[in-house]
Structures are given as structure tokens and as C-alpha cells.
Nanobody, 122 residues
Framework: VQLQASGGGLVQAGGSLRLSCAASGNIFTVDKMGWYRQAPGKQRELVATITSGGAINYADSVRGRFTISRDNAKNTVYLQMNNLKPKDTEVYYC?????????????????WGQGTLVTVSS
């Protein structure tokens, strides 16, 4: 299973970007999907997650500015980022918890995308 992220780039403070991440491969179901971010020398931190049923969790630092959504039919998660700030400059990683069916048994795994850089200039 692969996660392909896109949409990062350079934007001025106050601007917007939209990240996308599509899961592909031998997938039976995709459960929770989400976004984390990491700055150099720091731990990876949660940005937002969304379950297949639509339950959403945001980090306090992005609540009210970022919106996570997903298209279950396409196994794709999106992150709309508005009112971006220089402190949002990090590498953003998408993640997915998914199940595969093997010999009538469901197995659960998690996967990470390759990371996409978001740079916000002041």
C-alpha cells in the first residue's frame, strides 16, 4: 500500500494551501487517515485525523484554520490550510490505518506518505 501526497509549496503568511493524499494498493478498507507534521530537530506532531465515519480531531494549533476531509470512494484525504503562519512551515506527512484481507482474515496496518514541504514566508 502506498500513500502519495501532493500540494505542498511556498505561500505567504495569511495564504492558503490544500494538501491531498491518496492511498493505493491491495486495500480492503481504510479506517483512520490523517496528517502529521515535523520540523527539523523536532518530533512529528499530530495535525488532524479523520475516521471513515467522519469523526475528526485537530491539534489546538490548527483548529479553526485547517480543515480535514476525505473521499472514502477514492481513499483520499485532504487538508485545507487557511490563514497560514510562518510557524506552520514544516514537512507534512499523511498517514492511514488500513486493513487487507488475506485467507479470509483481516489484517490491520498503518502507512505513511513521503512527506510534502509547506513553507510559509512572513
Amino acid at each position: 500500500v502506498q500513500l502519495q501526497a501532493s500540494g505542498g509549496g511556498l505561500v505567504q503568511a495569511g495564504g492558503s494551501l490544500r494538501l491531498s493524499c491518496a492511498a493505493s494498493g491491495n486495500i480492503f478498507t481504510v479506517d483512520k487517515m490523517g496528517w502529521y507534521r515535523q520540523a527539523p530537530g523536532k518530533q512529528r506532531e499530530l495535525v488532524a485525523t479523520i475516521t471513515s465515519g467522519g469523526a475528526i480531531n485537530y491539534a489546538d494549533s490548527v483548529r479553526g484554520r485547517f480543515t480535514i476531509s476525505r473521499d472514502n470512494a477514492k481513499n483520499t484525504v485532504y487538508l485545507q490550510m487557511n490563514n497560514l503562519k510562518p510557524k506552520d512551515t514544516e514537512v507534512y506527512y499523511c498517514t492511514a490505518v488500513y486493513k487487507i484481507l488475506t485467507d479470509d482474515v483481516l489484517h490491520e496496518f498503518d502507512a505513511w506518505g513521503q512527506g510534502t514541504l509547506v513553507t510559509v514566508s512572513s
